[in-house]
């Protein structure tokens, strides 16, 4: 049997001559050729997948090695790149919370960092105005701390002062995401997020894929690129 220009038998018998490591070294590489399978199909699910067709994609290009961002950091360069464009408010509200039916027509936008609220301060906030009603979204972002400290009452209470509609899903009636945006969630702050039960727990991952897959702009801002690279590298999401 030949696969990849190598004959796997010849290749055995070799292996046969010169150890117990290399044969199963080998024995273990026909299994993964056998595994993979048909290779142009697999790179293709993956390229539709992530959405890597867009010349927009910030995986077509290297973070900035030299920046450790931190939370705050992180909110304050999303809200000045998210402010330059309404589109990419409304695109950023699809990726974070796509059960909503955000209106195509959202207007008078607003997205603010590091918002005092209560006893702390709201890392993401963004709001906007459709069909006479306020949707938006309060998001406590997170890399590797976890939620002691953070009054997500208080935070709630907030988005419901802004005219948020925050109940549990309920169809067309939910104008409002509570979002925790991580990496991981550990169990003490489960624990916190089961006593604030509108709360939902999504990973960085998740919206960079949405988002980047959704971009379309008439040209590509490099800065803005560079740094949604550097969010997925910070956030172990192309790991």
């Not at 010849?10 to 290399?22: Q, V």
């Not at 790149?81 to 408010?89: E, K, V």
């Not at 607003?110 to 105005?129: C, F, M, N, Q």
């Amino acid at each position: 049997m030949t696969r990849g220009g190598y004959h796997f038998t010849a290749l055995r018998s070799w292996g046969y001559r010169i150890g117990l490591a290399a044969r199963d070294a080998l024995t273990a590489s026909e299994a993964i050729e056998r595994g993979v399978g048909d290779r142009s199909s697999h790179i293709k699910a993956i390229s539709n997948h992530f959405g890597l067709a867009g010349e927009h994609h910030s995986l077509h290009v290297e973070p900035l090695r030299w920046l450790w961002l931190g939370e705050t950091q992180a909110t304050k360069g999303l809200q000045h790149f998210l402010a330059q464009g309404d589109d990419r408010i409304r695109l950023f509200l699809r990726a974070l919370a796509p059960t909503i039916p955000w209106p195509s027509d959202l207007e008078e936008l607003s997205v603010g960092a590091e918002i005092p609220s209560g006893r702390g301060r709201i890392d993401l906030l963004i709001h906007g105005k459709a069909h006479g009603r306020t949707w938006g979204a309060v998001i406590e972002a997170k890399f590797e701390n976890g939620l002691k400290g953070n009054p997500l009452s208080e935070y709630m209470r907030h988005g419901a002062k802004l005219k948020m509609a925050l109940m549990p899903d309920v169809a067309g009636k939910r104008t409002g995401a509570l979002i925790v945006l991580g990496k991981k969630l550990s169990r003490p702050s489960r624990k916190k997020m089961s006593r604030n039960a509108r709360w939902r727990f999504v990973h960085w991952r998740e919206v960079l894929r949405r988002f980047d897959a959704g971009l379309t702009e008439p040209t590509v801002d490099e800065e803005f690129r560079r740094f949604r690279r550097t969010l997925w590298e910070r956030t172990g999401s192309v790991r």
